[in-house]
Nanobody, 123 residues
Framework: VQLQASGGGLVQAGGSLRLSCAAS????????FDWYRQAPGKQRELVAT???????NYVDSVQGRFAISRDNAKSTVYLQMNSLKPEDTAVYYC??????????????????WGQGTLVTVSS
């Protein structure tokens, strides 16, 4: 299973970017996608989550500015980022939680990380 993130770049404050993360899944069944970010000198933080049932959650600092969505047919998750602020500058990582089928009716949980894409917001 591979997660390929793209869409990062340099943008001025107030601008927008759209991140994408495409998953090559095989037999892996994705239950939820997340976007995390890690700013220089800070811990990685969860930014947004979307489940297979389309339950969505955001960290307070991006609520109302970011929107997570998924295309199940393409096994792809998106993060639309609007009204970007310098404090949004970070490496953004996609993450997938799911399971592999195991035995009859069984499942083996697992999770994967994408390689990260850099978002830089200038003031």
């Amino acid at each position: 299973v591979q997660l390929q993130a793209s869409g990062g770049g340099l943008v001025q404050a107030g601008g927008s970017l759209r991140l994408s993360c495409a998953a090559s899944t095989g037999t892996f069944r994705i239950k939820s996608f997340d976007w995390y970010r890690q700013a220089p000198g800070k811990q990685r933080e969860l930014v947004a989550t979307i489940t297979s049932g389309d339950i969505i959650n955001y960290v307070d600092s991006v609520q109302g500015r970011f929107a997570i969505s998924r295309d199940n047919a393409k096994s792809t998750v998106y993060l639309q980022m609007n009204s970007l602020k310098p404090e949004d500058t970070a490496v953004y990582y996609c993450h997938a939680d799911g399971e592999f089928p195991a035995g009859i009716g069984g499942a083996l949980p697992y999770n994967y990380w994408g390689q990260g894409t850099l978002v830089t917001v200038s003031s």
